[in-house]
């Protein structure tokens, strides 16, 4: 079946870029996402990028997708003690017509000063 | 405008017990779906309602049922509490049904403790 697979922990030190990876299984997704999750709070939608795109930019995000390596990443530039949180990854299966959501288990960004 | 609302915020509940989880979508939004999430987890799809239909289920067993109400509202609704019921249920909207592609927002979540 789907699967979303993503590092578990990332620290980067505040001003520097972080650079979170993902790879998925199922080629024929239509939408990837990233969702940032704070302590105690739900999932917030940061950006979603189209199958047929290769990169899209929002501010400081920056969302790459790798269709042959079947592999997405998300950029955060200049980042900020504030970005500290769990980011997902997420596919839109498309076995079937729902919009189902497949996620990964998450990978906790932390900022060094 | 406002969000995804979920009730109640944490709950508490004994094995074997039932309990109903409230969620009321994003304005404008008519689909509701709903996910668990255990801890160090991402979330897992539990079901998703459209006109007040199921119109697709994941990997839960019959104990997970739910309602969407003709304002769009939505309930999940779990029986006979076992111990690894306890999570973080999400609770996330969308507009257009199963073949829509807008992306779901979600509200915070209902933490649920089974002792």
């Known amino acids: 079946g789907e699967d979303v697979e993503q590092s578990l922990f990332l620290s980067v030190r505040e001003g520097d870029s972080s650079v979170i990876n993902c790879t998925y299984t199922?080629?024929?997704?239509?939408?990837l996402y990233w969702y940032k999750q704070e302590p105690g709070a739900g999932l917030q939608l940061l950006t979603y990028?189209?199958?047929?795109?290769d990169m899209k930019q929002d501010q400081r995000l920056t969302v790459l997708l790798n269709k042959k390596d079947k592999h997405l990443s998300l950029r955060i530039a200049d980042t900020q003690t504030g970005d500290s949180a769990i980011y997902f990854c997420?596919?839109?299966?498309?076995?079937?017509?729902?919009?189902?959501?497949?996620f990964g288990s998450g990978t906790r960004l932390s900022i060094r000063p | 405008d406002a969000g995804v609302t979920q009730s109640p915020t944490h709950l508490i509940k004994t094995r074997g017990q039932q309990v109903t989880l409230r969620c009321s979508p994003k304005?404008?939004?008519?689909?509701v779906s709903w996910y668990q999430q255990a801890l160090g987890q991402g979330p897992q799809f539990i079901f998703q309602?459209?006109?007040?239909?199921?119109?697709q289920r994941g990997n839960f067993p019959d104990r997970f049922s739910g309602h969407q109400f003709p304002n769009y509202s939505s309930e999940l609704n779990v029986n006979a509490l076992l111990l690894g019921d306890s999570a973080l249920y999400l609770c996330?909207?969308?507009?257009?049904?199963?073949?829509?592609?807008?992306?779901?927002?979600f509200g915070d979540g209902t933490r649920l403790s089974i002792l």
């Open positions: 199922d080629s024929s997704s239509t939408y």
């Open positions: 304005s404008g939004h008519d689909t």
């Open positions: 996330a909207s969308s507009l257009g049904g199963e073949v829509s592609n807008q992306p779901q927002h």
């Open positions: 990028i189209f199958s047929n795109m």
């Open positions: 309602y459209y006109e007040e239909e199921e119109r």
């Open positions: 997420a596919e839109k299966e498309s076995s079937s017509s729902a919009s189902k959501i497949i």
